[in-house]
């Protein structure tokens, strides 16, 4: 399927209401992002790119991290990983603490932040260099050499990093946090801020699309049912709070990120991401989000 004429006309259809909703600013850094941007890349698998707008400016991918973090984790861990974190959808913010003491500080899922620091852990303890393990692997996946992440990005968050800092030091209080809360924290921060573009990120996320094989490379990344998996969490949990409304409106997997971008795949046919900095109230792209949501109706292909 061609997707140009389609993205073209999402784009133009768009336009009024990109810079609608509001950038984070939690993380300082972030805050200087013009609202006003906004890239779509569609890359199927036969290697045929579409993309608009700004699909090629490198953003800060931040919690979409999470998604290729978790998957590197899941690859050498295999299911002992879900004895340290959940598969439900935590029906909180990615940045709430409560459901922590209940539940024993077992995180709810992998793509909150609780999880993602446990994840985090676990590449700490088996990399010498956890963020750029991630920036790597993203960077087998996409077919660059060049992944990594914005310095000033990663110590804008650090400094900032009181809330994380908490969930962290909780965790390790219930001893499902096995290094210093530190040194987590500091790969944590540097992995949310690698730096990516649209159509690289399109690409990278294409391999759930393939069955869990790059279709670039060849690699096996992640055998056929461990890639459904995953794909089963990004559909359920991977829009914070608000994916079930995710996947009524669109009903595509996906993983979205504070800096804007939100990656999504349509399996057996492409990879897909876009980018708009301006954000809903529950930190997914408001034009992003939209843009998902005309590209399942317009196609008129959904998982569903
Ligand atoms: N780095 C961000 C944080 O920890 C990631 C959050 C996100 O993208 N949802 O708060």
Known sequence: MNYQPILDRIHGALKPVIGQGKVATYIPELASVSPDHFGMAVVSLDGTVASVGDADVPFSIQSISKLFALTLAFQREGDSLWARVGREPSGNPFNSLVQLERESGIPRNPFINAGALVVTDILVSRNT?????????????????????????????????????????????FGNLNNKVGEVLDAYC??????????????????????????????????????KRM????????????????????GLPAKSGVGGGIVAILPGECGICVWSPALEETGNSYAGSLALEMFTTLTGKSIF
Not at 209 to 221: H, I, L, Q
């Open 231 to 250: 794909s089963a969490l990004m559909l359920t949990c991977g829009t914070y709070d608000a994916a079930g409304d995710f996947a009524y409106r669109v």
């Open 129 to 173: 260099n956890a963020e750029i393990a991630t920036a790597n692997f993203l960077g087998r996946l996409c077919g660059r050499s060049n992944v990594t992440y914005d310095p000033r990005v990663a110590q804008s968050e650090r400094q900032t990093s009181s809330r994380n800092a908490a969930m962290a030091h909780f965790m390790k209080s």
């Open 190 to 227: 540097r992995t949310c801020a690698i730096s990516m573009s649209a159509t690289d990120l399109a690409r990278a996320v294409a391999f759930l699309a393939n069955r869990g094989t790059n279709p670039w490379s060849g690699e096996k990344v992640l055998d056929a049912s461990s890639a």
